[in-house]
């Protein structure tokens, strides 16, 4: 199992909720900022959420107000409750630490429709 687990993708209808979450190894979950992305159909990778480990948060614009990042420190687990979903939220979300892990891992595919 690599060092970077996510789940809790789906299929959801716009308006909508679901949580993701990321299990990370000790190693990296205990001092390293931690980070969720998203690649879109025929986009780029993007950076929507990110919470240090003193659990400061920031948000990418286009989520702001819906998501919300939050980590356990229990078990090495960071989660994104994502509320009000649009299909523009439609992609593959990935979760990463600061500075990056290699390799990804396999990621969660989110699906927003009707």
């Known amino acids: 199992q690599g060092q970077l687990v996510e789940s809790g993708g789906g299929l959801v209808q716009p308006g909508g909720s679901l949580r993701l979450s990321c299990a990370a190894s000790g190693s990296i979950f205990n001092i390293n900022r931690m980070d969720w992305y998203r690649q879109g159909p025929g986009k780029e990778r993007e950076l929507v959420a990110r919470?240090?480990?003193?659990?400061?948060?920031n948000y990418a614009d286009s989520v702001k107000g819906r998501f919300t990042i939050s980590r356990d420190s229990a078990k090495n687990t960071v989660y994104l409750q994502m509320n009000s979903l649009k299909p523009e939220d439609t992609a593959v979300y990935y979760c990463n630490a600061f500075p990056l892990v290699q390799p990804w891992g396999q990621g969660t595919q989110v699906t927003v429709s009707s």
């Open positions: 919470i240090t480990t003193g659990g400061s948060r």
